[in-house]
């Protein structure tokens, strides 16, 4: 365990460190100007240059790498070219509306899946089990944000019940217009994730039936409901873990759009903000945050999966 | 000499255009109510804007998101403008120019403060002006070119001498070139202030609100709001559901195809603008060098029925807009003809013309869907280059690489741009910049909107470029609100005469 | 002769959805370059925002172009993007799969590593780390997801290739002289193909919901592109007075991403039902929009 624990971490730095570099490399080659773009669009080049040596623009490629991979290590993400800002104080700050998504929705995709994807196990070849199985295939084919699209049209804008876009400028200091705000989006992220990650609990529970144990649980006087209740709930439990990881980065992916989409002051927009501006060290810093945090995820679940179930040998 | 054109002044009136380009039929237009009842000193005035500055260093970065909101409520100049561009006296309570052209002499007033406590005295003035001549990084720098001198006279008393006359100096004074800073002041501009103007700046979230807090020590007249939020919503649909929702009191860049759902609850008014829609043709580049291609493509717009699909605005024929010096109006010049068209084209042997079409991705899709169908129409197959503005800035604007692009100049006075053979849009036209230069400078002010006009009609009947629309800026106001200005929003909101009343 | 596993494919409820669904939306795409009922660029203001009646049948968007038309050509589109992925998957694909499998163990156990790690990078923030410096278009699409899914695809063939190259009767045949790259295009891809061209399915599915997201987001197609994704963006922004214009392109994005998904399951079915159910299962057309 420790064994696989040590490779396991050499692998997860390895892969922080190849992704920084990609990241790093990938965007210093760009058509537009960050210093013509702040100078402005009758600025004189000399102007354009001065400010291009003034945000140290113009220095060696390898020195800006290490730059800012040294501020990493010492906690700073960088100061944004454009306005200034420190870059770490922004993430926390749209942290603040991305994660309570991020948990929401994982919360609403667990709850959907769960009880469905059991359910639809428990109905294998029966009408309602496809019926179950045809509705998540379906439902998982859905662009998330067409979802979300519907889903405002009928929560807000025919029935009126919810907001159909924004975040409360008072945040989180009036807690109950922050959850109404972020439910439909939640609920939107929630819903595809969720008719995905039901199927993998359909199977796992398939699986786990399968399994001996369960057999003679069922041998024993259980019902073959209850004793898949009972042993099967962990292996169950225990595929969830495995594909958590993806499910995350699905989340995080799906933030970007729908946080576009309801306008959330979120980590997701200011990525494509960013993007759109060119603003350097913070796309850097925010793409490898996010890429960091899907890594790490991995890390962890690969860690608890390998710590749960010992047997289980790792699929590549 | 002429106003720089800003990114973010284009971006701005972006956002006015966007409002524009929604279907449907615009707001009507409603006189503004009055308050229902007295108005609330304590108040908190909520205003949506779209487009939010990258920092507030109004001295070094260009922009009307900065101009917007900073001018005449933080910071000051020596004069401003009025919402219809007319000149007026600020922190100067008079002023005078001789009769060369040469000599401009500024009174100030009286008792004036900057926000830390220290009086401002001619000193300051001298030295800011110094600075935005000298610095080459300073915005504004380029307009004090012929400037020889800044002096203080008395400790009251600013004389600056140009070493020609310039008419568009004094204009140029009421933008960021003309404001007034404390003399060795180490504020830093990119997040703080220290201006002279009725409001301070209390908090910046950014990527979300800014906030202005009343100056109680102001040298004028005290603002009538006790605070003021600036709510950046850069989606227009956002910004109508934060309207309805009621986090907004005033929506400014209202789009037009949206505003009514606006209706009901809010007073819709329709503001003039500088915002020229401008088609740009690459006059330095085959086949638009020949003037029939030209003529061609503008006949084969359908103005009307484009301002239409936009939701506001009005036709404009040539360079000028009607709020600033030298407006004509050139209807004569040309108008909706594909056939007369489709014949140019073929006399010019350019029957199945491919062009390229370069767009800041940001002014949505509805102005090239009309332009790709209109031209279809007409044999050209235009091809439409989304990019990013920073792209933008490098291919068209520095490279001059493009055919047509069109993006919005928001600046006043601008009509400098067709006289400089230089800029992008590459129009050399001698006469032109013959009748330009004696405009700028000519004394009387009359004298030169006609040498004014004379060149725009030129300009116009070479069809050196096409004017989609000169664009208005709807704005949402909520009927506790009184006083919020009507015209030019994306480039001036003056907060001073607003009141909030406490009812709602 | 019909092969095997496409008449089992055929005899399925969800493999013969997945077939017509297919087949219609690239025929649809291929009649789009010769005849649609309207020229989807021609605007017509005058005609602005009709409902679904006649002769627009799905009625107009904001500018008065038809909407069925706009659908039509947008097959196209839909097409060039989940072909253009998909061969870009399948190289990218084979290539890491053959070098992770076959070559000396130094760079196999490299591009295990290296698999890995690029897994891990969901295909969306590829794609905008590739936007911000090339900008937004549908080649972006095509390579974030080509290059995202190839490496999904070479972690699951991999270690195929590797069990095959190691079965008995390839060891054989290389006793008996059969060079590598011989071996190689007998042996081991026939026999990995199954795994293969699954997988295959399952990135088209990935490339169109990933050309609708980006296109939403602005770093996709261009206006000039008839596409889904834009039609979807251009129409959200006047769903508080035309909430039901966006019925038509989602509707046509989810059932073709349906379409690619059951076709993909309904092939894993056909082609080897006794396949476990490891990684195969735990597909997630996932990390795309």
New interface residues.
């Given amino acids: 365990m420790i064994r696989y624990a040590l490779v396991r971490g050499a692998l997860l730095i390895a892969g922080l460190l190849v992704s920084s570099v990609l990241i790093f490399l990938t965007l210093r080659v760009f058509p537009g100007d960050v210093a013509q773009l702040i100078a402005g669009t009758q600025a004189s080049p000399s102007e354009v240059d001065a400010l291009r040596e003034s945000l140290g623009l113009d220095r060696p490629l390898l020195a800006q790498y290490t730059d800012w991979i040294g501020g990493l290590f010492r906690g700073d993400l960088g100061t944004s070219l454009l306005s200034g800002a420190s870059v770490g104080e922004e993430l926390f700050l749209k942290a603040q509306v991305t994660v309570p998504l991020g948990i929401m929705s994982l919360l609403i995709a667990v709850l959907i899946a769960v009880p469905f994807g059991i359910l639809a196990a428990l109905l294998r070849g029966r009408r309602g089990g496809t019926a179950l199985s045809f509705g998540a295939q379906a439902l998982a084919a859905v662009p998330v944000v067409w979802a979300g699209m519907m889903l405002i049209v009928v929560f807000s804008v025919w029935l009126g019940w919810l907001p159909p876009q924004g975040f409360p400028r008072t945040g989180w200091s009036t807690p109950g217009r922050a959850i109404e705000a972020l439910l439909l989006p939640a609920l939107t992220i929630g819903i595809v994730e969720g008719a995905m990650l039901m199927r993998f609990v359909r199977s796992a529970t398939l699986q786990a039936a399968g399994q001996d144990f369960v057999r003679t649980a069922a041998a024993k006087g259980l019902t073959r409901t209850r004793a898949l209740i009972q042993h099967g709930i962990p292996a169950v439990g225990l595929s969830i873990i495995t594909v958590l990881g993806l499910q995350v980065a699905g989340i995080i992916v799906g933030s970007v759009v729908i946080e576009q989409l309801f306008t959330l002051p979120g980590i997701g927009r200011m990525l494509v903000t960013d993007v759109g501006t060119r603003d350097l060290i913070k796309v850097q810093s925010e793409l490898l945050v996010l890429t960091g945090f899907v890594l790490i995820v991995g890390f962890v679940v690969d860690l608890l999966h390998r710590a749960i179930d010992p047997r289980q040998r790792e699929a590549a | 000499m002429f106003r ?4 973010l002044a ?1 971006i701005s009136a972006l956002a006015a255009t966007a409002v524009i380009l ?3 039929s615009g707001s009507p237009d409603q006189e503004p109510s009055t308050a229902p009842s007295a108005p609330d000193p304590a108040a908190t005035l909520h205003v949506g804007l779209v487009l939010e500055p ?2 507030l260093d109004i001295r070094h ?3 009307a998101a900065l101009e917007q909101i900073l001018i005449d409520n933080i910071y000051e100049g020596l004069v401003s403008r009025t919402q219809d561009n007319e000149i007026e006296g600020r922190l100067a309570s008079d002023y005078k120019v001789s009769d060369d052209g040469l000599t401009y002499t500024f009174t100030l007033n009286d008792g004036i403060v900057f926000h830390d406590g220290t009086e401002l005295t001619s000193a300051d003035v001298v030295s800011s002006y110094e600075t935005v001549r000298t610095d ?2 300073v ?1 504004g720098n ?1 307009e004090f070119a012929a400037v020889t001198s800044i002096t203080a006279t008395d400790a009251s008393t600013v004389e600056i001498v140009l070493s020609e006359p310039n008419q568009n100096f004094l204009f140029s004074l009421t933008g960021p070139a003309g404001l007034v800073f404390k003399a060795d002041d180490a504020t ?1 501009l ?2 703080a202030e220290n201006g002279t103007g009725p409001f301070t700046l209390t908090r910046w ?5 800014i906030t202005f807090a009343r100056n109680d020590a102001y040298w004028g007249e005290a603002a009538g709001v006790a605070q003021v ?1 600036f ?1 950046y ?6 910004g ?3 309207a309805l ?1 009621g ?1 907004v009191d005033v929506l400014t860049a209202v ?1 037009p ?2 505003a ?2 606006l209706e009901d609850d809010f007073t819709l008014t329709k503001g003039r603008t500088t915002d020229k829609a401008t088609l740009a043709f690459n006059n330095e580049r085959a086949p638009l060098d020949d003037v029939r291609v030209r003529e061609a493509l503008r006949l084969a717009i ?1 103005h009307d ?2 301002i ?2 936009v939701g506001a605005g009005t036709t404009l024929y040539g360079p000028i807009p009607e709020l600033d010096p030298g407006y004509e109006d050139l209807s004569d010049v040309i108008s909706y003809d594909p056939e007369k068209a489709k014949e140019l084209l073929a006399e010019a042997g350019q029957e199945d013309l491919e062009l390229t079409l370069t767009i800041p ?2 002014y ?3 102005v ?3 332009l ?3 031209f ?1 129409k007409v044999g050209v197959a ?10 933008w ?3 068209v ?2 490279n001059h690489d493009y055919d047509l692009s069109f993006v919005l100049h928001v600046e006043p006075r601008d009509f400098g741009n067709f006289a400089n053979p230089d800029y992008y849009f590459g129009y050399d036209n001698a006469k032109v910049q013959d009748l330009y230069a004696k405009a700028l400078a000519e004394v009387d002010p009359d004298k030169s909107a006609e040498l004014l006009a004379q060149a725009a009609r030129i300009v116009s009947e070479d069809h050196a470029a096409d004017w989609l629309y000169n664009g208005e800026t709807i704005t949402a106001v909520s009927p506790i609100v009184s006083g919020f200005p009507e015209d030019s929003i994306n480039s001036r909101i003056n907060l001073a005469g607003v009141t909030v009343s406490a009812e709602k | 002769m019909t092969p095997r596993w496409l008449r089992r494919l055929w005899s399925t409820p969800t493999g013969c959805f997945g077939i017509i669904v297919v087949a219609v939306i690239a025929l649809t795409a291929i009649v789009a370059l010769f005849w649609t009922p309207f020229d989807p660029q021609a605007s017509d203001i005058g005609e602005r925002w009709l409902p679904p009646s006649w002769p627009h049948l799905l009625g107009t968007d904001d500018t008065g172009r038809d909407i069925l038309s706009l659908l039509m050509a947008g097959a196209r589109t839909t097409v060039f993007v989940s072909v253009g992925a998909g061969i870009v998957a399948t190289v990218v694909g084979i290539a890491l799969a053959a070098l992770g499998a076959l070559t000396a163990r130094w760079m196999r156990e490299t591009v295990a590593v290296l698999v890995d790690i690029l897994i891990a990078f969901p295909v969306l923030l590829i794609a905008m780390m590739i936007s911000s410096v090339w900008g937004g278009s549908l080649w972006v699409v095509i390579w974030a997801v080509g290059i995202g899914f190839g490496v999904n695809i070479a972690r699951v063939t991999r270690p195929e290739l590797r069990r095959v190259q190691q079965s008995d009767f390839v060891l054989a045949a290389r006793a008996a002289g059969l060079t590598p790259s011989q071996s190689l295009v007998r042996h081991l891809l026939p026999n990995v193909a199954p795994v293969f061209i699954v997988h295959l399915s399952w990135s088209m599915a990935v490339a169109v919901l990933a050309e609708a997201g980006l296109s939403y987001l602005g770093f996709g197609a261009s206006v000039v592109d008839p596409s889904w994704g834009l039609l979807l963006a251009d129409l959200q922004r006047y769903i508080g007075v035309h909430p039901l214009s966006v019925i038509w392109p989602g509707l046509t994005i989810t059932v073709t991403v349906l379409a690619l998904n059951l076709l993909g399951d309904g092939l894993r079915e056909a082609t080897d039902p006794t396949l476990r159910h490891r990684a195969a299962e735990t597909h997630t057309p996932a990390v795309v929009a």
């Fill in positions: 720089r054109t800003r990114r284009l929604s279907a449907c990258t920092n970065t260009s922009g080459a990084t915005q380029a830093d990119k997040t979230n950014k990527g979300s609100t939020e709510q919503i850069p989606d227009f649909t956002a109508v559901n934060a929702a986090d789009d195809n949206l009514s759902q359908d029925a484009l239409e699909a991705s940001f949505g899709t509805t090239p869907k009309v790709i169908s209109d279809k235009l091809d439409v280059n989304s990019v990013e503005f920073p792209t800035l490098e291919d604007y520095t």
